[in-house]
């Protein structure tokens, strides 16, 4: 543990003021992140040589906060189908709690009987805060025990993500590293600076990924500053630089995220290759390792390395996941466990970084790819000469001639736009976020500490809870009529 680490305060995860711990120690948690010490090669057992192939599963899980409990209050959207449970699907409510805690009882079983699981858990800071306010301490202290004891560093690795689960392509630009920071903190806050200290892949709501250059360029830059070392992408999200497709080989080893801004800047980012689409079932019936069993080794700069099927999937929505995950997770383990699995075994995404890294793989060496359709616009702005005319004049151009082309990024569910149709949603998201920055930016640079005052903390808390995509992914209706709430009291509090 680092002396940063131990000198630092501990954190409640609900400020004196009942808001979630999410700003105010900007500074300190940069401390806890921005390290390039090996997180994975002290604990794990696993050894390159005598792997074959890998694979990754990470589960994503989310519930919104909604202005529906008693008299208006803030709750989670899992209280509500507690409250509700005639209404939808919301009879599942108590199953969706268990999937929320499950891991905790799996992965101590697997490893108390000589497994060795692998798991990566991806969680929105709405619903930690959630789980909270519900009061539901069996969910977070099964999370707690597999992300706090030392004996399951091993198995379990977190990923960070937006705070409210927000979709960054159409997230405006300021807020952005305002979520990445959010979310670790509020981390911190439920399981310590050293649980923290851990994370350093980042999962992104919808697996969206901006193809605006400028976008992708604060995005990248924000993650990096905050310490990630790497991002999980769809492949379809993305492109060779000459704007093809990625080599089928090509989506098992580690990439380079190339983004270029419009004023020429370069940023690189370390990602892994999500494949095929949003389909549960690739996780739930466990098709990861059953696909990573049909796959060879392949070389990276000359250096032998086994390469990864990396899935990620909803980790309670659905039938899949709710009864064919639990069934069909465990035995994968036990095959490899008693050598039935061909050299074949489950990594977490830093840990096979780090194993073909310290084997001798250079980063350089990783092939460079960019987001889908980008290709476009370089193709007529040299990025040595750019600049923010000659880019925007660019995409107009393109746009006006190519029915195909768009800035809207991609995600694992391209059928649907996360702007198109959502003009109620998104000008007054833009608008709160506008009068957020252009109240508190000036405050914030003469006095950092103001982050830690009660009103700036509840207006950052309604500038990020507009942001939610469900209040565009559900569509016109209950949804936008919470979004439209929140933008009221948003208002409210920043004095508008």
């Not at 921005?34 to 390159?48: E, F, G, K, Q, V």
């Not at 005598?50 to 899980?61: D, E, Q, V």
């Not at 997770?329 to 840990?351: A, K």
């Not at 559900?474 to 208002?491: C, K, N, S």
Request: aromatic fraction near 10%.
């Amino acid at each position: 543990m680092t002396i940063a680490v131990a000198n630092l305060p501990a954190l409640p995860p609900t400020t004196h003021y009942g808001l979630p711990n999410i700003c105010g120690w900007e500074a300190e948690i940069s401390t806890v992140v921005n390290h390039s010490d090996p997180i994975w090669l002290p604990y794990t057992a696993l050894r390159l040589e005598h792997i074959t192939s890998g694979f990754a599963c990470a589960l994503h899980m989310h519930q919104p906060t909604i202005p529906a409990g008693w008299d208006g209050a803030l709750i989670s959207n899992l209280q509500y189908m507690f409250e509700h449970p005639g209404e939808g699907d919301n009879h599942n409510a108590g199953v969706f709690a268990w999937c929320y805690g499950r891991m905790g009882e799996f992965i101590p079983e697997l490893v108390g009987n000589g497994c060795q699981p692998r798991i990566m858990l991806d969680y929105s800071g709405n619903l930690l805060w959630g789980l909270v306010q519900m009061g539901r301490e069996d969910v977070l202290g099964n999370l707690r025990r597999i992300t706090c004891d030392p004996h399951y560093h091993p198995y379990v690795e977190w990923l960070g993500t937006m705070w409210s689960h927000a979709v960054v392509p159409s997230t405006p630009i300021p807020d952005l590293k305002l979520h990445i920071q959010a979310w670790q903190q509020y981390f911190a806050a439920l399981f310590g600076y050293e649980a923290l200290r851990r994370v350093k892949g980042f999962s992104p709501p919808e697996m969206h990924l901006p193809n605006h250059p400028d976008t992708l360029y604060e995005y990248l830059k924000a993650l990096k500053e905050c310490g990630y070392r790497w991002l999980l992408v769809q492949e379809h999200s993305v492109e060779r630089l000459d704007g093809s497709s990625l080599m089928q080989d090509q989506k098992y080893i580690p990439n380079t995220l190339v983004a270029r801004n419009s004023h020429g800047e370069t940023v690189r980012m370390t990602v892994l290759i999500k494949t095929q689409g949003s389909d549960t079932k690739l996780v739930a019936q466990m098709q990861p390792y059953h696909e990573a069993k049909g796959r060879r080794r392949q070389e990276i700069g000359g250096v032998s390395v086994p390469c990864c099927v990396t899935q990620i999937a909803d980790g309670e929505n659905g039938g899949v996941m709710m009864n064919e995950f639990p069934r069909d997770f465990h035995p994968v383990w036990y095959q490899i466990r008693d050598g039935h699995s061909s050299g074949t075994v489950g990594l977490n995404g830093t840990e096979y970084l780090e194993l073909i890294e310290a084997a001798g793989v250079n980063p350089a060496d990783y092939p460079e790819i960019q987001a889908v359709q980008q290709h476009k616009i370089w193709q007529q702005v040299d990025p040595q000469d750019a600049m923010p005319e000659k880019v925007q004049e660019a995409i107009a151009q393109i746009q006006a001639t190519d029915p195909q082309f768009h800035m809207d990024g991609a995600s694992w569910t391209n059928d649907l736009s996360w702007v198109a149709g959502y003009e109620n949603v998104l000008e007054p998201m833009n608008q709160l976020s506008a009068a957020f920055h252009q109240k508190y930016d000036p405050l914030v640079q003469q006095d950092p500490g103001i982050t830690r005052q009660p009103d700036y903390q509840q207006a950052l808390l309604y500038n990020l809870l507009l942001q939610t995509s469900c209040f565009r992914y559900w569509g016109q209706g209950t949804w936008t009529d919470h979004a439209r709430e929140i933008f009221r009291r948003g208002q409210g509090v920043l004095g508008g």
